[in-house]
Nanobody, 125 residues
Framework: QVQLVESGGHLVQAGGSLRLSCAAS????????MGWFRQARGKEREFVAA????????LYPDSVKSRFTISRDNAKNTVYLQMDSLKPEDTAVYYC??????????????????WGQGTQVTVSS
């Protein structure tokens, strides 16, 4: 059974940092491109970051570019999201997702095959 388990979500003040982790079981992430999405209350789930199976390429939307960094450790079967200079608008549930290797990194939720349950990030002003 495939499981993606996110952790690291917390309440933090604006300008602060958090590091989210996503631990996978039941699959080897080395065969998957990985992504992070977030969903704020009352809003659609939106793309935050993606990384190729070998870490060779990453992708971010403008809203988080230069503040967020996605990374992976295939040996630990874990993906990370380092979030710096956090803003109140970053408040959301953050989800980890896995997608079979593809030519291009996926930015749509429909691109991904497996999802975690999410971890809450709250940024206070």
């Amino acid at each position: 059974q495939v499981q993606l388990v996110e952790s690291g979500g917390h309440l933090v003040q604006a300008g602060g940092s958090l590091r989210l982790s996503c631990a996978a079981s039941g699959l080897s992430i080395g065969s998957y491109d990985m992504g992070w999405f977030r969903q704020a209350r009352g809003k659609e789930r939106e793309f935050v970051a993606a990384i190729k199976w070998n870490g060779g390429d990453t992708l971010y939307p403008d809203s988080v570019k230069s503040r967020f960094t996605i990374s992976r450790d295939n040996a630990k079967n874990t993906v990370y999201l380092q979030m710096d200079s956090l803003k109140p608008e970053d408040t959301a549930v953050y989800y980890c997702a896995a997608r079979m290797r593809a030519t291009l990194l996926g930015t749509r939720k429909y691109d991904y095959n497996y999802w975690g349950q999410g971890t809450q990030v709250t940024v206070s002003s």
